[in-house]
């Protein structure tokens, strides 16, 4: 009964999380030129979108299992 609690509240923030930032942002470093001695890098940003509709059925989901736990209790 505890862990329908438990996992809906967990699920509640992240989708809370989720509509907040609507994405993950990265950077990485490549090799742009490498002659000899001199090597040149450029960091490189890349996005992973989260779309609204995850963060949502998350919240969705945590407030089902929260509703389930009480009805269980």
Do not use: C, S
């Amino acid at each position: 009964m505890k862990t329908y609690m438990l996992t809906g509240i967990i699920l509640i923030v992240i989708g809370i999380v989720a509509f907040a930032y609507q994405g993950i942002t990265y950077t990485t470093r490549e090799k742009v030129v490498d002659i000899g001695p001199l090597q040149m890098t450029a960091e490189k940003t890349h996005t992973l979108p989260l779309p609204p509709i995850v963060g949502g059925i998350a919240l969705v989901g945590g407030i089902a299992l929260l509703v389930m736990g009480n009805k269980k209790a």
